[in-house]
């Protein structure tokens, strides 16, 4: 137990004594704040007339399904932003493929699978934290955006905090998954650009692709992106659901998550942790 506290302790301090972090959470902050507060603010004025329907080609807020404005508001910080955790874990493993800074961590720590699993919490920590970073933007703009246009932010209901704490664990567990990731693809450069090709375009049309029969919608809830938003509870994208078919409970879309990070943790520890890095 002492060797694995001491080398979360510095997992942790690898992360924090870079730039990395605090620029990826600058840029989530960013990010989800211009999505959540700018289309909140649309929404709730197409939804309370304050913004004609008409003005911006929406026929009517109602046939969008956007009666319950809040939770899709503050499901941005997942559904939007869990590419910034993903990356983060990604960058924080490839790069020790990189700099060969395995090499002396392994000689202070030989046991590869206590490494492994430290940087597998601390990163689980830190996207927790890059969670809070998230809903602070979506909750906290985007909220005040709804409340500015007389929409009930529904901050006092519990339902809502039960939201912020799944996607704090989802945003936790989309980190892990990238610690995987990047065990399993070690180049850094190909890691980046496959996470960022899936996340941005592949999954978005397999997704889009899978919502037109029931069958195909049912195992689209299993793609990654899909059962984050089932563990989340509430997502723009499922709206667009042609099929109607029911996604997964929040509990079964927190076990998909958790199983694509540990089977890629997994088969990367094997192919590639357990190599010579010298």
């Not at 942790?12 to 605090?22: E, N, Y």
Request: aromatic content about 10%.
């Amino acid at each position: 137990m002492t060797t694995f506290l001491r080398s979360v302790s510095a997992e942790f301090a690898k992360i924090f004594t870079t730039r990395l972090w605090w620029l990826l959470a600058i840029v989530l902050f960013c990010y989800i704040g211009l999505i959540a507060g700018g289309l909140g603010a649309l929404l709730a004025g197409v939804e309370t007339g304050v913004i004609s329907p008409d003005a911006v080609n929406t026929g009517g807020a109602g046939a969008f399904g956007f009666g319950s404005l809040p939770p899709i508001i503050y499901s941005f910080a997942s559904s939007v932003g869990y590419v910034f955790p993903v990356l983060l874990g990604v960058l924080a493993t490839t790069g020790e493929f990189r700099h060969q800074t395995l090499t002396p961590t392994f000689l202070a720590t030989p046991r590869r699978g206590v490494v492994l699993a430290a940087k597998t919490v601390t990163l689980v920590l830190v996207g927790a934290g890059f969670g809070v970073v998230g809903l602070a933007a979506s909750v906290g703009l985007g909220g005040g955006a709804l409340s500015a246009f007389g929409v009930d932010a529904l901050l006092l209901d519990s339902e809502t905090w039960l939201q912020v704490g799944r996607t704090i664990l989802a945003m936790g567990l989309w980190a892990a998954i990238g610690v995987g990731f990047g065990v399993l693809v070690p180049s850094q450069v190909a890691s980046i650009v496959v996470v960022l090709a899936f996340t941005q375009f592949v999954e978005p049309l397999l997704r889009l692709a899978a919502s037109f029969l029931e069958v195909t919608a049912q195992i689209g809830n299993y793609l990654p992106g899909s059962a984050s938003d089932a563990l989340v509870g509430a997502s723009v994208f499922t709206l667009a659901n042609p099929a109607g078919a029911p996604p997964l409970d929040w509990w079964q879309g927190g076990l998909v998550l958790l199983g694509y990070a540990v089977v890629a943790t997994m088969i990367g520890y094997a192919v590639s942790w357990k190599k010579d890095v010298t």
